[in-house]
């Protein structure tokens, strides 16, 4: 009660103190294509005061009245423009800022936005075209892969795609579509991401100080938005690569108030090799996904925005025996939808209203049939969302950016359901173990707060619960992130962050399969929380156009989990066992604690001819589990002492643009067989204690006490642009590791015949790899 | 196309056979380590403890004998001196029967011909622990098939840590003799504690499929009140054999428990009592 008497006292303040200024509010649009732009900086030079456009492009900024206010609309990546304007009431302003193709360095005033001045720590915004021109692995423009090549984000192994951020697994990252969760973002066991960028608008990667919008995982947030389609004209874009080819379309439907986008990638190598197959043996993989967005402008304060994905990878064998034939299937697949509402309550009170949809499905199955006999097998594991969320945006004044919210989402978990059908009625299953159906709700509250002109915060509180069958769990999450000026274009920054995750994903690989199995948190299993410190220091070179920011940080992780020491995925459950005491998920797993700490080096240049950033990463992650290790603590496999990433991009005129990339990381923390012994056990029904040596095991030393080789790995690509009469043609040559690095993706040993020692193998996925994409824009 | 369709071919074939290669790493910890295993019990009569070395995976090492270490077992009232047998190649000393008593504790002392030392110790459980009753229950699989759980039931001694082991071999009966006879190794052992339970009435779940063998005669179930480190290497050795060291690639790693120190291996005491049981 008190703390909501103290709210209202503040807001009736900032109310009264509103009462001689007005407001410029409206949206920032790209010219040519009115895309909302998000992050536009608008400022007043003059009255020291600026904000920023939100998701939507939507700015609102309460200045004292006057004649001629003079506005400053810049973006990187764009042309900045000037605007006076008479206040003397409630202005509706809206911006179309002009993409600055020559990527020349404009700076008007000094204000382009700077990384000094934000309140925002460990989060990065890489534009879209900058991830275009990043060389990748078989030339496909991957998000993930190029977020891997941040400061403390590391990848799990060669060439895969999952995303490990100061300590945190893959399953603590909280990957969002236009809103809506994504749960597996791996195509083909994660080598490719599910995100296509030709229809991505932007990302960003948020690291720690969370702001208290976000919840529901531990370790990041990776929030992709995309575009909304060109609402001028009709566009599009076609490529093809040596694995995948795609295209999209974008378009008004009502010219200037609606629009659509549509896009999609198939992989073909599947068609490609089907003829070189045997008759009877046809088998292949593909994947495919389907972005498509649809929006509606019904007036100057109601938009309406609906989007979604689809996306699948499948395997499939098919053979023919003389007297049957069988085929197999695993297929997995992730479906978002988004549907969303814009109203604008007036110039300083923005809302958006949210139905979220999201579902992934992993699926096997087998068929043999016989002449006079069938086999059949279904698995199937499922998790889906609903959700709905409605945020506010409320810009009192300058000094204040409010944000405030509620979410609820109603999860639905299948980990496992099995049907097997047979010609011998009497072995026919159907096992499906009982569904969780759980509600996750959060109500927030956030202030981005210019207390004085050297200190900005962002304060905020979230309330988060988690329901299911039987268990209910309530926490209150506090945020905070300070900004303070040392000196001109340089500030030292602090965050505190309290998360919690209601949810697990049973993974012992760590490299994103789709047999992992995400499961709620329960009585048993609690939800994981996180704390997190960090310390950073900011600065804009103005002179040079680059940012650097150095942080430290140190995390603690409670009640995360891991499979218990000799559990395997493969029998996770004992699912055919209908007996009361049959064994659970639960009883496979056990939990423990986690710390990660460390420091990160950052150093970026935006605009410019030349464009890219170094990022070093000093960290340790450690864990401790009664169960696992003897309860001593031990690294996890994913920790990396030292990681570095070198990103160039130049443009040497319109036509060529070339980039590299270099990225180098500590090996990875495994556990290997050193050395091998004949366990001591004792004869027990004899009378007396003889031994009888029964099995010989394996000495590992310490949990993941072996460290694989370092990483490292040069990438570059080329691009030469073509403008034609009627489209732009890009072609684009790329080498994957340029110096043919060897880097190991798994050890295992082998026995010497000779000497009947063992071997160490390792085994390397990808030599120097050259790859080429042909892409049309029109 | 053709030139196409051959170079996504090629890449196929490189994606897919990728290279492998002895791997050039620096491996630790190669040299042989020791590994010693000694078990006891109230009543026993003679001590027996198996000194070995273990074999390094990646590195070239005779297999060495330990065949002049000191080896001491001491325990509150006495210590003897084990001697190398080279029949058996163990370290053996004989003993009376009361030389190890309920409750009381009992070091390890080791020095090798290199002048390592090796050290455990380990305290004999308070008492014997006596069966209450053995029932079973049948279960019927998805697949048609039929098997069984076994309950042990027992009472635990309060007010102390307890650890407990449970193990079962099956009894035939020797036509000619008619005698019973214990049929090989002991089923796997399945262990219970008194976590949560202190004082109270336990259960330990054991699992068979029904025997109807013309010469099965029943169970022979072992109870064992064990030492603390008795049991923690026993359920490392389970979690072992059922995992990583039953050739499932993908278990998790387990990790063996030892309490030796400068070593490998167990010192371990235990109680035992003994009951036939025919379902």
Known sequence: ?????????????????????????????????????????????????????????????????????????????????????KLRQN????????????????????????????????????????????????????VLKVIQLLPGVQKGSEGSAGVYVRGGGPDQNLILLDEAPVYNA????????????????????????????????????????????????????????????????????????????????????DALIYPFLPKDNKGGYYFYDFNAKFNYVFNDKDRLFVSGYFGKDKFYFNNKFDNGSSKARLDWGNATSTVR??????????????????????GISSEEKYSSSFFNLRYNSTIRDFGLKYNFDFIPSPNHYIKFGATTTWHYFLPQAIVVKTDQPGQNVSAKKTPYNTFESGI???????????????????????????????????????????????????????????????????????????????????????????????????????????EGYYKWMTNIISYKEGASFLEIESIFDNSPTQRTWEDNVTSGNGKSYGAEFFVQKKVGKFTGWVGYT??????????????????????????????????????????????????????????????????????????????????????????????????IAIQFHKQKKYWERVFEFGIYNVYSRQNPFFYYTERDPNTQLFKLKQVALFPILPSFTWTIKF | MKNYINICLVLLVLFIFSCTKDANVKIPNQKPIPVVGCFFKPGDTLISLQLSYSQPLYASSPVAKETNAFVKIEGPLDSKILTYNQSNEKYEVKINSNFFQFGQKY???????????????????????????????SIQSNFGFVTYDMFVKFN???????????????????????????????????????????????????????????????????????????????????KYNSGSGSGNPFAEPSFIYSNIKNGLGIFAAYTQTNKIYKP
């Open chain 2, 156 to 238: 635990d001694e309060p007010s102390l840590k307890n650890f407990y082991s449970l193990s079962y071999t099956e009894l035939t009966k020797d036509t000619l003799t008619n005698d019973t006879v214990t049929n090989g190794t002991p089923f796997f052992s399945n262990l219970a504690n008194d976590n949560n339970n202190d004082g109270g009435e336990l259960t330990i779940k054991a699992f068979f499929y029904n025997n109807d063998g013309i010469n099965f005669y029943g169970y022979k179930l072992a109870l064992l009140n064990c030492s603390k480190d008795y049991y923690q290497y026993s359920e490392s050795l389970n």
């Open chain 1, 341 to 362: 509402w814009n109203h604008l309550y007036n110039s300083r009170l923005f809302s958006n209203l949210s139905f979220i949809f999201t579902r992934y499905n992993l």
């Open chain 1, 1 to 85: 009660m008190r703390l909501q008497f103290l709210l209202l006292l503040n807001l009736a303040i900032l109310f009264a103190s509103a009462q001689n200024k007005f407001t410029i509010s409206g949206y920032v649009t790209e010219k040519g294509s009115k895309e909302n732009l998000i992050g536009v900086y608008v400022v007043s030079p003059k009255l020291n005061a600026g904000t920023t456009s939100n998701t939507y492009g939507f700015y609102s900024i309460t200045l004292p009245a006057s004649d001629s206010v003079e506005l400053i609309v810049t973006y990187v990546g764009y042309k900045s423009i000037k605007a006076k304007i």
């Open chain 1, 444 to 550: 927030f509250i956030e202030d981005d707060w210019k207390i004085t002109n050297l200190l900005r915060a962002n304060i905020g509180f979230r309330l988060s619960s988690f329901n299911s069958n039987s268990d209910n769990f309530f926490f209150p999450e506090p945020r905070a992130s300070l900004r303070y000026f040392i000196a001109k274009n340089t500030s030292l920054k602090a965050s505190y962050a309290l998360m919690n995750q209601y949810m697990h994903l049973l993974s012992n690989t760590g490299i994103g399969l789709p047999t992992d199995l995400w499961v709620p948190a329960t009585n048993r299993v609690k939800p994981q929380q996180s704390q997190q410190v960090a310390l950073g220091l900011a600065k804009d070179l103005e002179k040079y156009d680059v940012t650097l920011s150095i």
């Open chain 2, 107 to 137: 070091s390890l002392y080791i020095k090798l011909s290199n002048g390592a030392e090796l050290s455990s110790e380990s305290i004999v459980p308070n008492s014997l622990v006596s069966i209450k009753s053995v029932s079973t229950q």
């Open chain 1, 618 to 715: 000093l960290s340790w992650i450690k864990f401790q589990f009664d169960s696992i290790n003897f309860g001593k603590e031990f690294f996890p496999r994913y920790d990396r002492r030292h990681d570095i990433s070198v990103v160039g991009m130049y443009k040497i005129n319109d036509r060529i643009n070339i980039a590299a990339t270099w990225v180098y990381g500590t090996g990875n923390a495994i556990t290997l067989p050193l050395q091998a012994y004949s366990s001591p056990t004792h004869q027990i029904f004899s009378n007396q204690g003889i031994f009888e040596n029964i099995n010989t095991v394996n000495h590992y030393g310490d949990k993941n006490s072996f460290r694989m080789a370092n990483y490292h790995r040069m990438d």
């Open chain 1, 186 to 269: 791996n195509h083909l066991f994660g080598f490719f991401s599910v995100f296509n960028g030709d229809a991505l608008k932007s990302v960003e990667l948020i690291k720690g100080g969370f702001p208290a919008r976000y919840g529901g995982r531990l370790s990041s947030v990776i929030d992709l938005q995309m575009k909304d389609g060109n609402k001028e004209k009709i566009h599009g874009e076609a490529g093809i690569g040596i694995l995948s080819s795609r295209l999209t379309l974008e378009g008004p439907i009502v010219k200037n108030k609606s629009s659509f986008l549509v896009s999609g990638r198939r992989t073909y190598i």
């Open chain 1, 91 to 142: 202005i509706t302003q809206n911006f179309e800022i002009e993409p600055n193709n020559l990527q020349e360095v404009e700076v008007v005033a000094n204000q382009q936005i700077k990384i000094s001045d934000e309140v925002q720590m460990s989060s990065v915004d890489i534009p879209i075209e900058q991830i275009k021109q990043i060389p990748a692995l078989l030339g496909e423009k991957d």
